[in-house]
Nanobody
Framework: EVQLVESGGGLVQPGGSLRLSCAAS????????MHWVRQAPGKGLEWVSG????????YYAGSVKGRFTVSRDNAKNTLYLQMNILKPEDTAMYYC?????????????????WGQGTQVTVSS
C-alpha cells in the first residue's frame, strides 16, 4: 500500500520556523520527483516546492523562495520542508506529492501519489 504521511505542522508565530516531514512507503521513493503543495483556507492548490529524484535540483514558488528549503533523504524515504520567516499568508494545509513537476496544480490527483496533509497556522 502506498503511503505518504506528512508531519511537523502546527501553530507558529510570524517570523518563526517549522520543519515538515513526509514519510513515504509502498513505492520506490528514490525514483520519483517530490513536491510540496499547499491549500490556504478558501483558496485553490498552490505548488510550493519540488526536488528531483536524486535530490540535487530544487525548485521554489516565488512566494517562498529564500525562506523555504526542500530536501530529501532517499535512504530514509523521507521528504522535508524547512520553513523559515513564516508569514500569516503561509497558513495552509501542506501536502507532499510524488510525480512529474507541475508548476500549476488544480487537484492532487494530478500527481502519482499524495498524502493527507499537515496543517500549518501562522498567527500571533
Amino acid at each position: 500500500e502506498v503511503q505518504l504521511v506528512e508531519s511537523g505542522g502546527g501553530l507558529v508565530q510570524p517570523g518563526g520556523s517549522l520543519r515538515l516531514s513526509c514519510a513515504a512507503s509502498g513505492f520506490t521513493f528514490a525514483t520519483y520527483d517530490m513536491h510540496w503543495v499547499r491549500q490556504a483556507p478558501g483558496k485553490g492548490l498552490e505548488w510550493v516546492s519540488g526536488v528531483n529524484s536524486g535530490g540535487r535540483s530544487t525548485y521554489y514558488a516565488g512566494s517562498v523562495k529564500g525562506r523555504f528549503t526542500v530536501s530529501r533523504d532517499n535512504a530514509k524515504n523521507t521528504l522535508y520542508l524547512q520553513m523559515n520567516i513564516l508569514k500569516p499568508e503561509d497558513t495552509a494545509m501542506y501536502y507532499c506529492a510524488a510525480g512529474d513537476p507541475k508548476w500549476v496544480v488544480t487537484a492532487l490527483n494530478e500527481y502519482k501519489y499524495w498524502g493527507q496533509g499537515t496543517q500549518v497556522t501562522v498567527s500571533s
